[in-house]
């Protein structure tokens, strides 16, 4: 009954959207927004019921990062990054909040370095006039937030929620198919987002993954 109604609201968006007369990489853009922003509120979910341990510096970098490329892709006028980082960068306050409150990975002197290299990256932001050296120093501070996450979730990938880096993913990918014309600074931010975030599915899933070669090839590999 709930994916039932979750299906009949995509497709009541999806018919606003036409009515709207946008072209269809305009809708796939929206539509990966609104998958995106919607999933946040799966993962504060995971956080308060199911165990999610989040990676605090990830979400900090991740913050700083998502609005400042907000603010550079208004700047550029790229609708394209603009609503996905919007999505996100709304939401994930409130991650940090309830990260805060309730449970996250405890940071360490390596994160107190990652977060001085970011700060250290908005000076140079500040001092900088163009807006596409901004959004390159920007994706190069959210990418720096997913050194901590990946080095979480390598020793211990239970600690994320599934779902939500798979749903994550999956916005991220369809919203690569939403730029409006292939230049460098419409591309890198949605192709950035899409690749890191599948990437981060994963490894959460590597186990698995490695299962399934395994049982294919019919070969016990040295673990």
Same mark, same amino acid.
């Given at each position: 009954? *709930?994916?039932?109604?979750?299906?009949?609201?995509?497709?009541?968006?999806?018919?606003?959207?036409?009515?709207?007369e946008l072209t269809s990489t305009q809708i796939i853009g929206y539509l990966a927004g609104i998958?995106? @922003?919607?999933?946040?509120? *799966?993962?504060?979910?995971?956080i308060h019921k199911s165990g999610t341990k989040p990676s605090l510096t990830y979400w900090i970098l991740a913050e700083l990062a998502m609005l400042?490329?907000?603010f550079s892709s208004i700047a550029l006028w790229d609708t394209t990054a603009i609503?996905?980082?919007?999505?996100?960068?709304?939401?994930q306050i409130f991650i940090i909040i309830l990260a805060l409150r309730h449970k996250h990975e405890r940071m360490t002197r390596f994160d107190m370095w990652l977060l001085g290299l970011a700060l250290f990256s908005i000076v140079i932001w500040w001092y900088t006039s163009n807006p596409l050296y901004t959004l390159i120093i920007n994706v190069g501070i959210d990418a720096i937030g997913y050194i901590p996450l990946f080095k979480k979730i390598w020793k211990n990938p239970k600690s994320e929620d599934l779902t939500?880096?798979?749903?994550?993913?999956?916005?991220?990918?369809?919203?690569? @198919?939403a730029v409006l014309s292939i230049t460098f600074q419409s591309v890198l931010y949605p192709w950035y987002l899409g690749i890191v975030n599948a990437t981060v599915f994963l490894v959460l899933i590597r186990h698995l993954l490695i299962s399934l070669w395994k049982k294919g090839l019919k070969i016990k590999l040295p673990s």
């Open positions: 009954m *709930r994916n039932t109604l979750i299906f009949l609201l995509f497709c009541s968006l999806y018919a606003t959207m036409e009515s709207m998958i995106s @922003f919607a999933n946040m509120f *799966r993962y504060m979910w995971s400042l490329i907000l609503w996905i980082a919007l999505a996100y960068a709304s939401t939500y880096w798979a749903i994550a993913g999956g916005a991220s990918v369809l919203n690569m @198919f």
